[in-house]
């Protein structure tokens, strides 16, 4: 079983559509969370870090279930420029950190 | 723009020559890490410094061998690579800590070629 495992996707939705990822881990010493987003041929950005009590941001919500072990993001109102693939990244937490990158789950919307 | 900076863009090399990657970082983070992401996979973590020593090496062949020369800079030297070694380098920071839940900030990569 891969430490970290994601929806594989691809999703393909259109404008406007509501679209939920989501991505279990097994590691039940993982300290941080976040989601990234990653164009075609450029490097992940951060789109958000993931908290237990739920983070929203504009249209992105992310959850976080440690007892499942289990983080979630909805997209809400889908644009065309969120086309792109995102990365679930678990963290087991040393004095830096050792990350576990998702494989990814990419998303394309259209007109 | 990116706050992390890496050089070169591309590379293009041989299986004999020796070349270094740099990344360069401003953001006063003392973690710094490299990556590999070959096409349509996840990035795939390589090293890990804190505060300028090497701290994780996920079992990386020595024909790539990482520096630290200062808490801004870190070099992935290249020597004798294979084909396979092919693909995007990322150079990642952040900070450490409490504060490694502000996520890593990626240098937009060095883009590899072994022939």
């Known amino acids: 079983r891969k430490e970290v495992e994601q929806d594989p996707g691809p999703f393909n939705v259109p404008e406007g559509a509501t679209v939920a990822f989501n991505c279990t881990y097994s590691?039940?010493?993982?300290?941080?969370f976040f989601w990234y987003r990653q164009d075609c041929r450029k490097e992940p950005k951060l789109l958000m870090s993931?908290?237990?009590s739920g983070n929203e941001d504009g249209r992105f919500t992310a959850q976080l279930n440690r007892a499942s072990q289990y983080i979630s993001l909805l997209i809400r109102d889908s644009k065309l420029s969120d086309s792109a693939t995102y990365l679930c990244?678990?963290?087991?937490?040393?004095?830096?950190?050792?990350?576990?990158f998702g494989d990814g789950t990419t998303l394309t919307v259209k007109p | 723009d990116t706050e992390v900076t890496q050089t070169p863009k591309h590379l293009v090399m041989g299986m004999t020559n020796k070349k270094s990657l740099k990344c360069e970082q401003h953001?006063?983070?003392?973690?710094m890490y490299w990556y590999k992401q070959k096409a349509k996979k996840p990035p795939e973590l390589m090293f890990v410094?804190?505060?300028?020593?090497?701290?994780i090496n996920e079992s990386v062949p020595s024909r790539f061998s990482p520096e630290c020369p200062n808490s801004s800079l870190l070099n992935l030297h290249l020597h004798a690579l294979q084909p396979e070694d092919s693909a995007l380098y990322l150079c990642?920071?952040?900070?450490?800590?409490?504060?490694?839940?502000?996520?890593?900030?990626f240098g937009s990569g060095t883009r590899l070629t072994v022939v």
């Open positions: 993931v908290y237990s």
């Open positions: 953001m006063g983070h003392r973690a």
């Open positions: 990642a920071s952040s900070a450490i800590r409490d504060r490694l839940k502000e996520g890593y900030t």
């Open positions: 990244v678990v963290i087991k937490e040393t004095n830096a950190g050792k990350s576990t």
């Open positions: 410094y804190s505060y300028e020593k090497l701290s």
């Open positions: 590691n039940s010493a993982s300290q941080s």
